[in-house]
């Protein structure tokens, strides 16, 4: 088996206009200055620092991401999840290509990785051939309304 590499962005990256910094900005304050008048200041404190990463997020450019299917497994930049260890996966086919990948992590088991529509049957045909299960998954709802809040 060859191995399969193809490289994609860490994230979607989503242009945000000025308007979108003010309204986080007016909603982290105004819910400090709340939490404050309601004597709850370490809240206030966890609200002013989780909005001011939020922010630094909302700057930070995506970094891009290698992916390579190989005789020993799904390598993400340098972790390798040997296909032991993969439960099940999914090939999304469409306008925007995602591969699925349920793996026996605790914390966010599925992995969700954008792919180009050319290499969909080569991945698929390369888990089914390493006896990995595949298993209908679809995007979760909570991405989608983050989508839509301009995250």
């Given at each position: 088996?060859?191995?399969?590499?193809?490289f994609a962005l860490e994230y979607e990256?989503?242009?945000?206009?000025?308007?979108?910094?003010?309204?986080?900005?007016?909603?982290?304050?105004?819910?400090?200055?709340?939490?404050?008048?309601?004597?709850?200041?370490?809240?206030?404190?966890?609200?002013?620092?989780?909005?001011?990463?939020?922010?630094?997020?909302?700057?930070?450019?995506?970094?891009?991401?290698?992916?390579?299917?190989?005789?020993?497994?799904?390598?993400?930049?340098?972790?390798?999840?040997?296909?032991?260890?993969?439960?099940?996966?999914?090939?999304?086919?469409?306008?925007?290509?995602?591969?699925?990948?349920?793996?026996?992590?605790?914390?966010?088991?599925?992995?969700?990785?954008?792919?180009?529509?050319?290499?969909?049957?080569?991945?698929h045909s390369i888990m089914?051939?390493?006896?990995?299960?595949?298993?209908?998954?679809?995007?979760?709802?909570?991405?989608?309304?983050?989508?839509?809040?301009?995250?």
């Amino acid at each position: 088996m060859e191995k399969l590499e193809w490289f994609a962005l860490e994230y979607e990256e989503k242009e945000r206009s000025t308007d979108w910094y003010w309204a986080l900005g007016v909603i982290v304050i105004t819910s400090s200055i709340a939490s404050i008048i309601y004597n709850n200041y370490f809240f206030a404190a966890l609200l002013l620092i989780s909005g001011i990463l939020l922010g630094f997020f909302a700057i930070k450019k995506p970094d891009i991401i290698s992916y390579e299917l190989n005789t020993d497994g799904l390598k993400i930049r340098n972790q390798l999840y040997p296909y032991k260890n993969i439960k099940s996966f999914y090939v999304q086919s469409g306008e925007k290509p995602i591969l699925f990948i349920k793996s026996e992590r605790v914390f966010m088991p599925v992995i969700e990785i954008p792919i180009e529509n050319n290499l969909t049957s080569s991945i698929h045909s390369i888990m089914i051939s390493k006896n990995v299960v595949e298993e209908e998954m679809k995007e979760h709802p909570s991405l989608k309304i983050m989508n839509s809040l301009g995250f």
